[in-house]
Structure formats: C-alpha cells, structure tokens
C-alpha cells in the first residue's frame, strides 16, 4: 500500500500544496459537555482549555490579513467559552461569514438558552452533529438522552427560522457509527429529510457526511478488537483523486485554542503542526508565508481521501 503522500504524488505529480486562505478554522476551547465516542478532538467536561483573549485577537488580525472570507468556530462546545459571543461580533464585524460548530445539546444548557435567537439575528450559520435520525444510534456514540436533548434543540432553532429560511442555514453531520464508508450523501440527506420531517416535524438546510478519521479516542476503541488496520487499509483502498482538489487543509488555516497552526483540526489532534515555513503560532502569522509551506500527510489523511471524500464540510467528490 503507498504511503498517502506517495498516493498523492502519483494523483497529482506532487506533494500537497496549500491553494488558498478561504477559510480561519478555530478551536477555541476543548471543555465540551459532551464525551462522545468518536470525538477526534477528546473534549469533555473534564477539559478546561481555552483560547485567551489575546489570542482571540491575533485570530481576528489573522482573518484581516488572509482575507479568508469565513470564520469556523469549534471546539469542544464553542458556546461554553466565555468570550464566545464577544468572538462571534468582532468576527461578523470584520465582514466575515461566521459558522459555528454547534453539539446542539448546549443550546438547552443555563446561560445558552437565549442563543437559538442570538445566533439568528446575527445570520450565523449553523453547523450540528446529529450523528443518526434513531435515538439508539445517536445515545450510543454521544451519552443517553442526547438525541432527546437534540430534537428539541432543533425544534428551538426551526422556531427561529433556522433550517426553514435560507439566511439561516442549518446543516447537520452525520459520521457512521462505526468502521464503514458513509453512504452517498444526496441520499442519506433525504433519509434524514424525510425522517426528522415524519417524526418529529423537523427542518434542516443540508446534510453533511464525514468519515470517521482513525485517530483519537475512535482510533482507540477500534484498536481494541483489531478493527484499526483494517480500517486504515479500508480507507487507502478507496483513495479517490477527484477528493484532492477540494481537501479543507488546501482551503485554511486551523487555530488550535493555544494558537499553534495546523493543516486542519485532525493534524491537530494527532500534534502534528502546520510545516514550521508557515509560522507556528498565530502571533506571528503571516499570509504569504503559511501559503507557502507543503501540508503535513500521515495514513489518517487516507479518511478525507476515501470515496466520496470527507471534510468539515461534508462529501468532497
Ligand atoms: S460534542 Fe463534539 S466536541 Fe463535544 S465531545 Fe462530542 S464530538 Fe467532541
Ligand atoms: S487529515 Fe488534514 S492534512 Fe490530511 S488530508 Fe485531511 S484535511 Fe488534509
């Protein structure tokens, strides 16, 4: 089997190049008050880790500087932040489309509850994991009562227009429960159309599916019964170069909460930092110069490759 480097060599005649700073990706905490299965990231309530102030501010000289035309707030839960909402206006300021990563859950949580109408009269789009349509699905990759906790969260957000009016854009991720491809993600979306519609008269923009990345906690679980090289050979196997052109890491820049630089959020959960020709810390980011590095690749990068390819953004080819 090729190394994905070697793979994307023979795909394109090279090494992978950054094209352009569409994008400022941030991770602005990792408290979460979620612990799911598959969290790449490891977040949980246990985690207090947070993005300071100052650095917040070097994010957004970043966005001024690159020109990147979407800000995409992460975490963790971004909402548990204290200076989340400060985040999300400077960002909006600077005339940037702001997305946030929402587990939808929070939304339920004391001192959120107002954000459903917050998040709606600033246009901020909204992107939440609802990793199945079936409560036994989600409950069992997410903790019980989460999928309860997220149908009413969605209910609260269509009551504000989420999903229903095309400013306010709602899409949901879906990621498999366990070592397969996600299904083509045009049909799984009107699987989940139907059903959110049928039981619980519910709404949503688009669906986005994404592959779970063989690293972190999921890497973990399915080491333990011998299911990770499979896995691994599974997703070189379906390496597909039509996914290449599009892949996040050519399109962004990721901040982790402490403000060192990646390729994306999955090199970052692995501690592997953007080539150090790009600057390592966004103190001393400079445009030119993060545009000019190569994209560090390791085998996980075979999951955003694989079929219809994967990103934060959904299915790729
Ligand atoms: S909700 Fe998201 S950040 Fe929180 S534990 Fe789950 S996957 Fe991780
Ligand atoms: S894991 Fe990151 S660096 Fe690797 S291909 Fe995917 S987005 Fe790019």
Redesign the pocket.
């Known amino acids: 089997m090729p190394t994905f480097h070697e793979a994307i060599v023979d795909a394109t005649g090279g090494p992978?190049l950054p094209a352009a700073i569409a994008t400022v990706q941030v991770n602005i905490g990792l408290a979460c008050n979620l612990a799911c299965l598959h969290c790449h990231v490891e977040s949980g309530p246990k985690r207090t880790e947070a993005m300071t102030r100052e650095t917040l501010l070097s994010v957004l000289a970043a966005v001024r500087s690159s020109g990147a035309g979407v800000v995409d707030i992460t975490g963790g839960a971004p909402e548990m932040h204290p200076d989340f909402r400060w985040f999300v206006d400077e960002s909006l300021a600077l005339g940037a489309q702001v997305m946030v990563r929402t587990n939808l859950t929070i939304l339920l949580d004391e001192g959120h509850e107002d954000l459903p109408g917050w998040f709606a009269a600033r246009g901020v789009h909204l992107v939440a994991s609802l990793p199945c349509y079936t409560q036994a699905n989600v409950d069992a990759q997410r903790g019980r009562g989460t999928f309860e906790g997220s149908i009413e969260a969605l209910r609260r957000l269509n009551e504000v227009g989420y999903g229903q009016r095309p400013a306010l854009r709602l899409d949901l991720v879906y990621n498999p429960g366990g070592t397969g491809l996600p299904g083509p993600q045009a049909a799984l979306e009107a699987d989940y159309r139907r059903r959110l519609a049928d039981d619980w008269g519910l709404t949503f923009t688009r669906l986005l599916t994404i592959t779970n990345?063989p690293i972190g906690r999921f890497a973990r679980d399915i080491d333990r019964d011998g299911r990770l090289a499979p896995y691994v050979d599974t997703l070189a196997a379906a390496f597909n170069p039509a996914t290449v052109d599009a892949?996040?890491?050519r399109h962004q820049l990721h901040v982790a909460w402490d403000g060192r630089l990646y390729?994306?959020d999955?090199?970052y959960a692995i501690g592997l930092g953007a080539d150090d020709a790009g600057g390592a810390h966004i103190a001393d980011f400079e445009p030119t110069r993060f545009l000019a590095r190569r994209?560090?690749?390791r085998a996980?990068?075979f999951?955003?490759?694989a079929g219809a390819g994967s990103?934060c953004g959904g299915a790729l080819a």
């Open positions: 992978l990345m892949l996040m890491c390729d994306c999955f090199n994209i560090a690749t996980h990068c999951g955003c490759t990103s």
